[in-house]
């Protein structure tokens, strides 16, 4: 049998696809990754980072550079958004340390994917190539982009997000599901934040009946604060991935928050609004040569801050099972992985639909306590 490594081809460079890419090349498969933007911009987002997901930037080898970037909060606050009654003191900090094994951080999103995407060897890292169509021939998969070129791998992953084209060759065209929610996002800076005689927490989500609008720094100087909200909207006509928002339409949505959220809408400059699309769980992850990872198989309304957590357990798990069976038994770890990825991701779906997560006090130990690399592997058969 040979033991040359079967070449990998990554679509997407997200954060899972820059995630697979990453651990791919350091485990020493031929993997390029092609993405279809051509480069990629700062924009105005921020994100959590569980200790789940920073056990995989420790293999990937950013942890030490994650924790000095991000803002180290010590507890998630949730709190009723008229009253500011608190409604749960989840601990973080050094409790998230010592019980979960790595930091709870909170992080610009341009910022970490940056760094996410240095960590991939540059020359087999292809902007602006997007993905036509894929032919899977059996014993090679031809990749057929829009700018007229082709290129062959062994194996393709697709990382291609909500949208993906692997996802629509393997399961056929499917529009993703609008939930119904719209999403807020902005930075706001810390100097004007000044001005107010209020307590700006690090990390705190402010909830009523039916939305929200959570709020932390996304840089450890704390120089730049952000909100991401749920907020109910019935349709979504827009045709594009998100329009502009204004001060005025977030004063609307949270009438009757108490003056920190208040607070907040008056230093807003920029506010952007973007549909919240989900997907039913798939009854399919991988055929053949090619498999799927991150939102292109469960994408999820961002309720719980695990979206990309999941992306990237998914590329650590894809990754290990190729390591466990052997790359060129790749139907086989292809099944493990899915066997060993399906009923969390499935689970993390469904919390985050139902906006329940961290509302109140309890134990999130099943989130932020997971190593991909120590759970015992399910063996698929036996599921
Ligand atoms: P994506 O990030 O969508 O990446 C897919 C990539 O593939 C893109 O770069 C795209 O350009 C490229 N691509 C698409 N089609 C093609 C093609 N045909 N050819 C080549 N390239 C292609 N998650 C968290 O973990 N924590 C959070 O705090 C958090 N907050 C969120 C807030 C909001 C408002 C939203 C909407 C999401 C949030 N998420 C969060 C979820 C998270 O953003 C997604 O789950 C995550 O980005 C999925 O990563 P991915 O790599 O699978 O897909």
């Given at each position: 049998m040979s033991t040359t490594k079967p070449t990998i081809a990554v679509i997407g460079a997200g954060l899972g696809g820059a995630a697979a890419g990453a651990l791919l090349q350091k485990a020493g498969y031929p993997t390029q990754v092609y993405e279809q933007a051509p480069e990629f911009s700062r924009l105005g987002a921020g994100i959590h980072l569980g200790p789940n997901v920073m056990k995989v930037m420790r293999r990937i080898g950013i942890e030490d550079a994650l924790d000095r970037m991000g803002s180290h909060p010590d507890h998630w606050f949730s709190r009723d958004?008229?009253?500011?009654?608190?409604l749960s003191r989840i601990p973080l900090g050094d409790f998230a340390k010592k019980e979960y094994g790595a930091s709870y951080i909170t992080v610009h999103r341009g910022d970490l994917h940056a760094l996410m995407v240095d960590q991939l060897d540059q020359d087999r890292l292809h902007f602006g190539k997007r993905l036509e169509k894929v032919d899977d021939q059996g014993d090679k998969v031809v990749m057929t982009f829009t700018d007229g070129t082709q290129d062959t791998a062994d194996i393709v992953i697709?990382?291609?997000?909500?949208?993906s084209v692997i996802r629509e060759h393997l399961l056929g065209e499917e529009q993703p599901i609008y939930s119904g929610w719209v999403a807020h996002r902005a930075i706001i800076s810390a100097e004007k934040l000044k001005?107010?005689?209020?307590d700006f927490e690090a990390c705190v989500k402010w909830w009523s009946e039916d939305r929200h609008m959570m709020v932390y720094f996304v840089t450890g100087d704390e120089k730049e604060y952000y909100y991401v909200t749920g907020v109910p909207e019935?349709?979504?006509?827009?045709?594009?991935s998100f329009v502009d928002s204004s001060r005025e339409e977030m004063r609307k949505a949270f009438e009757g928050y108490g003056e920190t959220v208040q607070a907040l809408i008056d230093c807003t400059d920029n506010v952007t609004k973007w549909p919240l699309l989900e997907r039913n769980?798939?009854?399919?992850?991988?055929d053949n040569r090619l498999v799927l990872l991150g939102d292109a198989a469960h994408p999820m309304k961002p309720h719980m801050a695990q979206g990309a957590a999941m992306a990237i357990e998914d590329a650590a798990m894809l990754v290990r099972c190729l390591d466990t069976v052997g790359a060129e038994n790749y139907a086989d770890a292809f099944e493990l992985y899915r066997a060993n990825r399906f009923e969390r991701a499935s689970r993390v779906q469904k919390v985050s639909h139902d906006n329940t997560w961290l509302r109140y006090d309890e134990d999130p130990a099943w989130v932020f306590a997971h190593d991909v690399y120590e759970v015992p592997l399910k063996d698929p058969k036996t599921e």
């Open positions: 958004g008229a009253t500011g009654e608190y697709g990382a291609d997000g909500v949208n001005a107010y005689d209020l019935p349709d979504w006509n827009h045709g594009t769980p798939l009854p399919l992850w991988h």
